[in-house]
């Protein structure tokens, strides 16, 4: 059973930096694509960047744009975003996902396959 194992989440204030880490048990392969969603309380499930795993073609969510940079690295199986100028309305829970069928373009939830445990971004002055 694959797993997706998420560090890098905390509290920062805002105008400050993370940077998460996504780590996959099992070796991908190129007609994957790896991203990241998030959900804030009281509000849905939403789509913020992915990365096609063989051409490392990005696409992300407009709000992001510009602030987040999410990476690959194929040989240790592990997607990243690194967030800089957060906002406190970038607060939620981020979680990593895996659609085994995507290879460009958004991910849709109801084609991510895998999804990590979560990992808490909290905003605030």
């Known amino acids: 059973q694959l797993h997706l194992v998420e560090s890098g989440g905390g509290f920062v204030q805002p105008g400050g930096s993370l940077r998460l880490s996504c780590a996959a048990s099992e070796q991908l392969f190129s007609s994957d694509a790896l991203g990241w969603f998030r959900q804030a309380p009281g509000r849905e499930r939403e789509f913020v960047a992915a990365?096609?795993?063989?051409?490392?073609?990005?696409s992300y969510v407009d709000s992001v744009k510009g602030r987040f940079t999410i990476s690959r690295d194929n040989a240790k199986n592990t997607v990243y975003l690194q967030m800089n100028s957060l906002k406190p309305e970038d607060t939620a829970v981020y979680y990593c996902a895996l659609s085994l069928l995507m290879t460009t373009g958004p991910m849709s939830p109801s084609g991510v396959n895998y999804w990590g445990q979560g990992t808490q971004v909290t905003v605030s002055s």
């Open positions: 990365i096609n795993w063989s051409t490392g073609v990005t």
